[in-house]
């Protein structure tokens, strides 16, 4: 009954940005650690930025200079804006989330994944 919705993918020139967005719903009590990874084609998934409940983030290497993750607990959301796009960032882009929630008669503690968006920097 969690989803993980992402939005705001998109083709981008390099140097240019995007905000990635991500809503969680369905019976949630608690959102603890959200965050986004990437795949791109022929690699393994890896962790892009994580950010905690109580706000500690971290970041790959490769984006820690360029990117900066938020969320909004109101709101169910985690955003990612993403600067200073390399053709290297193009991927699909999940979000991830560390949730407490009621499954019919049991809470349950899990991780979620979104279904994915597509960022591609190219000219």
């Known amino acids: 009954q969690v989803q993980l919705v992402e939005s705001g993918g998109g083709l981008v020139q390099p140097g240019g940005s995007l905000r990635l967005s991500c809503a969680a719903s369905g019976s949630i009590i608690s959102l603890y650690s959200m965050g986004w990874y990437r795949q791109a084609p022929g690699k393994q998934r890896e962790l892009v930025a994580r950010?905690?409940?109580?706000?500690?983030?971290n970041f790959a290497t490769s984006v820690k200079d360029r990117f900066t993750i938020s969320r909004d607990n109101a709101k169910k959301t985690v955003d990612l804006q993403m600067n200073s796009l390399k053709p290297e960032d193009t991927a699909v882009y999940y979000c991830?989330?560390?949730?407490?929630?009621?499954?019919?008669?049991?809470?349950?503690?899990?991780?979620?994944w979104g279904q994915g968006t597509q960022v591609t920097v190219s000219s």
């Open positions: 991830n989330a560390d949730v407490l929630s009621r499954n019919y008669y049991s809470d349950i503690r899990d991780v979620y």
């Open positions: 950010i905690t409940s109580g706000g500690f983030t």
